[in-house]
């Protein structure tokens, strides 16, 4: 279902989410519109997923960001010395992926984020350019004041929570600094 507001800067109706998901608004930017009727109003709502903010977008309008479902790759170090992050433990929460071909062929197999391939009789499977899986997608304010940042799997969206202190290892330049102060509790 989706989310609407009204943008404070010019009055204009904009789409800032679906379900829970605030796509199309930032976290710090909840003030910056305001409740539609059978909208949530995001300057009071809790519990929800926001969109991180990027530098890049910085110009961008409320409602108007491009890429909606956009993550931060995960990695520490920089270039050929990046080693992407990884949670074995997520094996045990698998996700689900589907995979079509033009012929209208369609499967469904099991998404282990990554850590391992599908297993079966029936999958064959193999790596081919593998790259990473995990990003850094939301961050989610809770009942209490804290922000925490919320970990998706880019290929099939299954969603988890960590510690400031495991994540922001992974961050680089100025979206770091910006999510830093979340760990403090600024």
């Keep these: 279902m989706g989310e609407y507001a009204v943008r404070n800067s010019d009055g204009e109706q904009v789409k800032i989410g679906t379900c829970e998901s605030m796509y199309y608004l930032r976290y710090e930017d909840r003030a910056k519109v305001s409740r539609l009727e059978n909208s949530l109003d995001a300057s009071t709502e809790t519990n929800l997923f926001w969109r991180l903010p990027?530098?890049?977008?910085?110009?961008?309008?409320?409602?108007?960001?491009?890429?909606?479902?956009?993550?931060?790759?995960l990695c520490r170090g920089e270039g050929d010395c990046c080693v992407d992050f990884s949670d074995p433990s997520t094996i045990e929460s698998p996700g689900a992926v589907q995979l079509t071909h033009p012929s209208g062929l369609l499967v469904s197999v099991p998404c282990y984020h990554g850590e391992k391939l599908p297993e079966g009789n029936e999958i064959k499977a193999h790596w081919n350019g593998k790259s990473w899986s995990y990003e850094l997608a939301f961050v989610k304010n809770l009942e209490d004041g804290t922000v925490?940042?919320?970990?998706?799997?880019?290929?099939?969206?299954?969603?988890?929570r960590y510690e400031w202190s495991e994540i922001l290892p992974y961050l680089h330049g100025k979206i770091k600094e910006r999510l830093a102060k979340h760990a403090t509790g600024a």
């Design 54 to 73: 990027y530098p890049d977008e910085d110009n961008v309008q409320i409602g108007n960001y491009e890429v909606y479902n956009r993550g931060e790759r």
């Design 148 to 160: 925490w940042p919320v970990v998706h799997c880019r290929h099939c969206g299954r969603m988890w």
